[in-house]
């Protein structure tokens, strides 16, 4: 079996979904290795939000950011709620899937801050696998 093979399995296995009225959960998990590191992520949809991770070599969960739209005038506004503070990695990234997905997002990363090829690789997977889940909006 090859590696893509097991990935394929791995998510598979590891999504799932149920219905209750209106509200969907979806929950995927997978791991991609870029650059000789390993990177595992997971990702929650729940309504109007979604919540990822994205750990480093291990299951750390890392500092965790809350980013949304606000009003008026439909800026970004990010925060740590646990560790960090906001010039970290991990909230220019949640910052960034706001104006991708629309939605709020909550996003807990362990990526160090010393490395940005590692962060915009993570970043990078993390929006293919959103794309091909369908939960970003359609561009104009």
């Not at 870029?34 to 480093?56: C, E, M, N, V």
């Not at 750390?60 to 970290?88: C, E, M, Q």
Request: proline share 3%; net charge positive.
């Amino acid at each position: 079996m090859s590696s893509n093979d097991v990935e394929i399995a791995n998510e598979l296995s590891s999504r799932e979904q149920f219905d209750e009225g209106e509200s969907r959960v979806q929950v995927t998990c997978f791991t991609e290795v870029s650059d000789d590191s390993t990177l595992h992520f997971q990702i929650i949809r729940l309504h109007k939000q979604i919540y990822a991770w994205i750990g480093y070599n291990s299951a750390k969960f890392g500092h965790l950011y809350a980013a949304a739209s606000t009003r008026p005038n439909n800026t970004i506004g990010v925060t740590a709620l646990i560790g960090g503070s906001s010039d970290n990695t991990g909230s220019g990234i949640a910052r960034r899937l706001v104006l991708k997905t629309g939605l709020n997002i909550v996003l807990a990363c362990n990526i160090p801050k010393n490395n940005p090829m590692l962060e915009a690789n993570a970043e990078k997977i993390l929006v293919q696998k959103l794309i091909s889940l369908g939960y970003t909006k359609p561009k104009k």
